[in-house]
């Protein structure tokens, strides 16, 4: 006996019909219709302000609020300890811009604008060598950038030792049979000038790091093009290298200005402004902690503010970012 297998033609039921021939809610509308009203909701447009909400409130809290309360020190003859704050108007930028000792120490700032400008050859000349492929270059690379990990207290204590009389780097030239008695931090050109060394061994390596990040960022098919059309190593890094780096070596001029203008660490560690080797931040310090003159050293940390904006603005005036397109 042969059996018979019967086939329905029927159509599958409706998933998304209800029983009793009602049609159901169509999800895919449901969830275009929730999207829309997500996208169009306040919640949404409030939601980066939440995200942003603590860094703001830190931001405000720890620079814009002390940077506010500075300048209405500035104003005030306050001593730091006493809550009476007397305004004494402009008097303080006055005291200023008429006390020789006060301009005298921006002398000092001119040694370390000069190693400044060492220190940024030197990166540079080592950044644009180890971007190629060279043997040891990670550890050249560590040897460079070792010195700026160092804690700043702790080198001016190092070279504090090594500069004194009879100390590492008279031990090192009594080896080559140079004697000498030069006291290398006992007058003022020889200490700012040691002072000077000290901070070019010590930030060469950021310069270095900031010039070997923007050099590798470079797309290395620009490289194979011009060793094929014969270009050597220098036309490589005054065509394609140079114009590459232009906006981080224009950054590394600014750090190099307002750093030489704050120096702080080094000369205060080893001379503590003895000798004439006094910064304007050193100074800045004894008028607000030794001679309890806060609304004076509140003036000169706003002139200083004041003196570094005006050079990053004139700066950025005279070399403007271009945009660099080397493809």
Not at 185 to 213: H, I, K, Q
């Amino acid at each position: 006996m042969s059996r018979t297998r019967t086939v329905s033609t029927a159509s599958p039921p409706d998933p998304a019909a209800a029983p009793g021939g009602r049609v159901g809610k169509q999800p895919s509308r449901h969830r275009a219709n929730t999207a829309t009203s997500w996208r169009d909701s306040p919640m949404r447009k409030l939601t980066p302000w939440l995200f942003l909400l603590a860094p703001l409130a830190l931001l405000i809290t720890f620079t814009y609020v002390p940077v506010g309360n500075m300048i209405y020190y500035s104003f005030t003859d306050w001593d730091g300890v006493s809550p009476d704050r007397n305004y004494v108007g402009t008097e303080n930028y006055t005291e200023i811009f008429t006390r020789p000792e006060l301009l005298r120490v921006f002398a000092v700032s001119f040694y370390y604008l000069a190693a400044s400008v060492v220190q940024i050859v030197i990166a540079l000349y080592f950044a644009a060598v180890l971007s190629f492929d060279l043997r040891f270059r990670n550890l050249f690379k560590g040897i460079l950038f070792f010195p700026y990990l160092i804690n700043g207290v702790a080198i001016g204590f190092v070279f504090l030792y090594f500069f004194q009389d009879g100390g590492t780097l008279d031990s090192v030239l009594s080896w080559f049979g140079v004697g000498t008695d030069h006291a290398w931090l006992g007058s003022p050109e020889s200490a700012n000038t040691s002072m000077a060394g000290v901070s070019v061994w010590r930030f060469t390596g950021l310069n270095f790091v900031l010039f070997l990040g923007a050099i590798q960022s470079i797309p290395g098919e620009l490289y194979e093009a011009a060793q094929l059309d014969g270009a050597g190593r220098w036309k490589q890094f005054r065509h394609i290298i140079a114009p590459s780096i232009r906006p981080v070596l224009s950054l590394s001029v600014i750090l190099a200005i307002s750093g030489s203008l704050s120096v702080f660490e080094i000369p205060y560690i080893m001379t503590g402004g003895a000798t004439e080797t006094s910064t304007f931040v050193i100074q800045t310090v004894k008028y607000a902690f030794q001679f309890n003159k806060t609304g004076l050293a509140s003036a000169c940390a706003v002139v200083l503010l004041a003196i570094i904006l005006l050079i990053t603005w004139i700066q950025r005036r005279l070399v403007p970012d271009e945009k660099v397109d080397l493809v």
